[in-house]
Structure formats: C-alpha cells, structure tokens
Nanobody, 112 residues
Framework: QVQLVESGGGLVQPGGSLRLSCTAS????????IGWFRQAPGKEREGVSC????????YYRDSVKGRFTISRDNAKNTVYLQMNSLKPEDTGIYYC?????WGQGTQVTVSS
C-alpha cells in the first residue's frame, strides 16, 4: 500500500522560508518522477514542481522559479521543496504525488 506523508508546512511572513518534505512508503521510490502540487482556497489544484527519477531534471511553474527548489533523497524515500521569498499568493495546501498516489497535504500560509 502506497503512502505519502507531507510535513513542514506552517504560518510564515512574506519573504520567509519553509521546507516541505514528502516521505513515501510502499513504492520503489527511485523509479518515479515526484511532483509537488498546491491548492489555494477557491482555486483548482496546480502543479508547482517536479523532479524526474532518471536524471534528476526539474520543472517549476513560472511563478515559483528562482524561489523554490525541489530535491530528492532516494535513500530516504523523501522529496523536498525548499521555498524561499514566500508570497501571500503561495498560500495553500501543498501535496506531493507519485504514480497517481497523493498525500494528505500540508498547509502553507503566508501572511503578515
């Protein structure tokens, strides 16, 4: 049974930083591309970033480029999302996903 557990969310002031983690179990982690998504109140879920399994190549949506960094540690079955220079529009529930499986999400709130 595949399980994804996100952590690291919280309340932060604009300009602050958070580091999200997503740990997977029940799956051969290093075989898969891993993605981070977010959903703001009243909006649809959107892709934020992903990292491939093969060569570690990464993708970022335009609004987070230069501020967010995705990385993975296959030995720990964990993917990270380092978020710097956070903005109020980054507020939402952040989910990780692999092979059509989803975690429960972690809340990120950027507010003064």
């Amino acid at each position: 049974q595949v399980q994804l557990v996100e952590s690291g969310g919280g309340l932060v002031q604009p300009g602050g930083s958070l580091r999200l983690s997503c740990t997977a179990s029940g799956i051969t982690f290093n075989y898969y591309t891993i993605g981070w998504f977010r959903q703001a109140p009243g909006k649809e879920r959107e892709g934020v970033s992903c990292i491939s399994s093969s060569d570690g190549s990464t993708y970022y949506r335009d609004s987070v480029k230069g501020r967010f960094t995705i990385s993975r540690d296959n030995a720990k079955n964990t993917v990270y999302l380092q978020m710097n220079s956070l903005k109020p529009e980054d507020t939402g529930i952040y989910y990780c996903s692999v092979s059509n499986h989803w975690g429960q999400g972690t809340q990120v709130t950027v507010s003064s």
